[in-house]
């Protein structure tokens, strides 16, 4: 990973990514450690990131879901212990997703997916 985020930047870019994606198809993978790869979700919209105040350890949680709370699929997926933050940057340019590293070496990805129905209407194919 790089193109880290400063510590002290988190919050805001945080902030600012969770804007700029909002809703976006997501993937939510983690790797490393004693687990190896795991997906643990792939579609879901992307609510937002975000560091968790309360605790001074350098937590991040990822909100991923519908737009309300009576929407079944959520997922809140929390890191502990972030060391770095950066963002996935693909060859147009534009955020493909986040990447978080923990102090034991796990990272997890959350990256944006394309919608290929979607991508195939909107260039005019059926």
Do not use: C, Y
Not at 51 to 61: F, H, M, Y
Not at 66 to 78: I, K, M, N, S, V
């Amino acid at each position: 990973m790089t193109g880290f985020v400063d510590r002290s930047q988190w919050e805001t870019f945080l902030d600012e990514f969770s804007k700029r994606n909002q809703l976006r198809p997501t993937r939510l993978e983690i790797v490393g450690g004693d687990i190896g790869a795991q997906e643990q979700e792939a579609f879901l919209p992307f609510v937002g990131v975000s560091v968790d105040r309360k605790n001074e350890s350098g937590s991040i949680e990822i909100a991923l879901g519908g737009e309300t709370a009576t929407e079944e699929r959520q997922l809140t997926h929390r890191i502990s212990n972030v060391e770095r933050i950066a963002p996935l940057i693909g060859i147009t340019g534009v955020e493909d997703g986040l990447a978080i590293e923990a102090r034991d070496g796990v990272k997890t990805l959350l990256s944006f997916e394309a919608l290929k129905e979607i991508e195939a209407h909107a260039a005019g194919q059926q």
